[in-house]
């Protein structure tokens, strides 16, 4: 049986269910129906939900099931959660950036403890310590 597509393969739109039939009793429903929000997403994003719900959502784990690099893994993601219809916060106007780097180094002293968890977060967020 081929997969459900949620997108018109001619002009892009939306697709919309019309008949249900079960297969079993041969029982068939008409109507107007949704596929849902996930049948939004092409077959390339749905390929990367499904690695991301099997790594439980922890993004170290997904760089590694694929092969990229967490800035990649992270725009996937985003183009994911556009794709289904919701907005990426922008942290970048509320906190500096810290580059990778940094974020490696602030990591690194907090495992070795010379940072408390305290610190290290705000060190992340770009705040300065008072």
Do not use: W
Not at 3 to 27: A, M
Not at 76 to 84: G, N, P
């Amino acid at each position: 049986m081929n997969p459900v597509i949620g997108q018109c393969p001619i002009c892009g739109s939306s697709l919309h269910v019309t008949r249900l039939n079960c297969r079993n009793c041969d029982t068939t429903i008409d109507g107007h129906f949704t596929l849902g929000r996930l049948y939004q997403l092409s077959s390339e994003q749905l390929e990367f939900v499904e690695v991301f719900l099997k790594c439980e959502g922890k993004i170290n784990r997904v760089e590694q099931e694929i092969g990229l690099s967490y800035p990649a893994v992270r725009a996937r993601l985003t183009d994911v959660i556009r794709a289904l219809g919701y907005e990426v916060g922008d942290t970048s106007s509320s906190a500096p950036s810290v580059s990778e780097e940094e974020r490696r180094d602030i990591l690194k002293e907090l495992q070795n403890g010379n940072l408390t968890a305290e610190e290290a977060l705000q060190m992340l967020r770009g705040e300065s310590q008072a």
